[in-house]
């Protein structure tokens, strides 16, 4: 295991350096620098500006400037909010996202999970293809579509829920569901499939044989299996969900990670737009390496090769 | 991971008799094609007044405008086919765009294989550990000011030849040029998925006899991926467009959706759902704003994916139960 663990360890750095290093590039050679939008002033005064975030100079010369800091595990400072260390940024975003990420993440693997398993268990019936219709719609109606549509129904009409805004838990019930409810059906689809391939091997046959109901039988034996691909879509799934849904938090007024993505662009604010996708490329890095280890607790054959 | 599938399951000849007793499918392939056609069609028959601009904004359905007018007092029937218009013609054109470059590095990836595959692979699964909207975003940031420098420029030149008609017409197209970067920023963006498909079904086609055949009788390996691996692979490709489609289409509304994407006075479905969030309030529903254009566009996504998904169960070897 542990010679596994820093080989992964070791291509991890090079692939998060390689998407800094794409990202950062790509940000500068954007036309626009991260002052066009303030006042007007002399190219004297905008080079000092500049050379104060080590902004000036070439593109490889700003580069290696970030990389060093970088390596230093210094994120540098936000070139739009003023006196703003972008770890300080992040740090005051970030657990609002987490919170609706890791909520979202809860309800659409488990609700996945079951939903797909119900329908594998009855194949070819109602169920399974209600469910399956409803998992299709529910991948074809983009958060901005169902966010509005909930609002609308649970917050305006019914008035069950608040409208927008974070910190109680009745606010984190409608953005929560928002986010989950294309993962649901991806992960329902995702569960059925291998589950139905599941049930037809020998030692489901064995299992059924020696007397055990269906229903024991798949939940002791072949969900243990059939979940394995779930779980390969889980890690990602994770990154994607903790690091903020840039639409639902601006459907229900949250104020998360999301946004920054979107404002850094728009701003060429680049120290917090590298900062961003470090968080997101670390997180994803992190829920592969965990898949990976989960895997091999759940299915004893998986040897991990150093 | 799903590379090593069953080589005689290839070329099931029977694909298209199991994608036409798919009644799903075929519903969402009439849906899709009467909806372009209506598209196409339909604005260009409508009375001009309708598509202008008028005082009387936020009128709900009527006899006049069948499905009300927004802020500007433009009539939505109108604004919500151009909208389709826009929709579709971008997610068909990213797609074909993705379509091109994945096949082709997909291709090159599996037949060279070796050292030329790992780094390629390695490459792709670098740029997918960049937030694949953020990559978008920059790519449209970029982009956006070169096209409206370039549009400029040409405007220029016709006016300091005083040709003004032409002029004119290049300021009308100005307005949509942010469609042009859309599709370009979103078709170098897509095609990962596209790619790693085709190179696992060049991994399996490669060791297949006529390959072998084709390369002993002197055939060279351009050729040999032209005349024998790209027509193997023609099916798969189909389906994997079909299914990229939907997806250009969601990440164009979705930029669009926060203002990135389609600007006024060109129309897109997440431009338009846009406008109808922003006017929900408890007073006072405009819900024609929001209803339409929702319902309009989850129908297409659907039906897109409905077609999809049954071209995928008759024609992709992998995913048969």
Redesign the interface.
């Known amino acids: 295991m542990l010679p596994f663990l820093l080989r992964r360890a070791f291509s991890s750095v090079i692939?998060?350096f390689?998407?800094i290093s794409?990202?950062f590039v790509?940000?500068r050679?954007?036309?626009?620098g991260p002052f066009d939008t303030d006042k007007v002033v002399s190219d004297q005064v905008m080079k000092a500006k500049l050379a104060r975030y080590h902004l000036d100079g070439s593109t490889w010369a700003q580069y290696t400037a970030y990389v060093s800091a970088i390596v230093h595990l210094d994120l540098g400072v936000s070139t739009k909010y003023r006196d703003w260390r972008v770890s300080e940024l992040l740090q005051q975003k970030l657990p609002n996202s987490f919170m609706l990420g890791g909520l979202a993440f809860v309800i659409a693997s488990c609700s996945g999970v079951l939903l797909g398993s119900l329908a594998a268990m009855k194949k070819d019936t109602w169920i399974d293809r209600v469910a399956m219709f409803g998992a299709?719609?529910s991948?074809?109606?983009?958060s901005?579509?169902s966010?509005?549509?909930l609002?609308?129904c649970f917050a305006?009409w019914l008035g069950w829920l608040p409208v927008g805004g974070w910190g109680t838990v009745s606010q984190m019930i409608l953005p929560a569901i928002c986010l989950a409810a294309p993962y649901i059906a991806y992960v329902a689809r995702l569960m059925r499939?291998s589950l139905?391939?599941v049930l037809k091997s020998d030692f489901m046959r064995t299992a059924r044989a020696k007397g055990l109901t269906e229903t024991q039988a798949v939940a002791r034996h072949a969900v243990k299996v059939a979940i394995l691909p779930v779980i390969t879509f889980l890690g990602p799934l994770a990154a994607n969900l903790l690091?903020g849904s840039?639409?639902v938090e601006?459907?229900f007024n949250i104020s998360g990670a999301g946004m920054i993505?979107?404002n850094s662009?728009?701003n060429r604010d680049v120290f917090v737009?590298c900062g961003a996708?470090i968080v997101?490329?670390v997180l994803?890095?992190l829920f592969n390496l965990f898949v990976d280890v989960i895997y091999t607790l759940l299915d004893k054959r998986i040897k991990l090769y150093a | 991971m799903h590379e090593a599938a069953a080589p005689a399951s290839i070329a099931r000849p029977d694909g298209w008799q199991i994608l036409k007793r798919n009644r799903a499918a075929v519903i969402a392939l009439c849906f899709l094609l009467g909806l372009s056609l209506i598209a196409i069609v339909v604005p260009g028959l409508l009375p001009e007044a309708l598509k202008l601009t008028s005082s009387e904004s936020f009128v709900a359905p009527s006899s006049a405008h069948f499905l009300g007018t927004d802020v500007n007092g433009q009539d939505m029937l109108y604004r919500l086919l151009s909208g389709a218009r826009v929709s579709l013609g971008v997610g068909l054109a990213g797609a074909f765009i993705s379509l091109i470059i994945g096949t082709l590095y997909g291709m090159i990836s599996g037949y060279a294989g070796g050292r030329v595959d790992s780094v390629m692979m390695r490459t792709v699964e670098v740029i997918q550990s960049v937030p694949r909207i953020l990559f978008i975003m920059i790519l449209i940031a970029a982009l956006d000011d070169y096209v409206k420098g370039w549009i400029d420029g040409w405007r220029l030149a016709a006016q300091a030849r005083s040709w003004t008609e032409l002029a004119k017409n290049i300021s009308e197209v100005k307005a949509y040029s942010k469609v042009l970067v859309m599709i370009v920023s979103l078709g170098l963006v897509e095609w990962l998925t596209m790619a790693r498909i085709v190179r696992g079904q060049v991994l399996v086609l490669r060791e297949m006899t006529f390959v072998t055949a084709s390369l002993a009788m002197g055939q060279s390996s351009w050729g040999v991926l032209r005349r024998h691996l790209l027509p193997n692979l023609s099916t798969i490709i189909l389906t994997y467009l079909t299914l990229t489609i939907p997806a250009v289409i969601l990440d164009e509304s979705f930029l669009s959706f926060l203002g990135l994407g389609i600007e006024d006075p060109a129309a897109s479905w997440g431009s338009l759902l846009k406008d109808g969030a922003q006017v929900i309030n408890p007073l006072e529903s405009k819900w024609w704003l929001l209803v339409f254009p929702a319902v309009l566009m989850a129908a297409s996504l659907l039906a897109l994916n409905f077609l999809g998904d049954g071209l995928r169960d008759a024609f992709d070897p992998k995913s048969g139960e």
């Open positions: 692939v998060i390689c998407v794409i990202t790509l940000a050679i954007t036309p626009g299709l719609l991948i074809s109606i983009p901005f579509i966010g509005p549509f609002i609308a305006l499939n139905l391939d690091t840039m639409i601006s459907v993505f979107v662009i728009q737009l996708v997101y490329c994803l890095v």
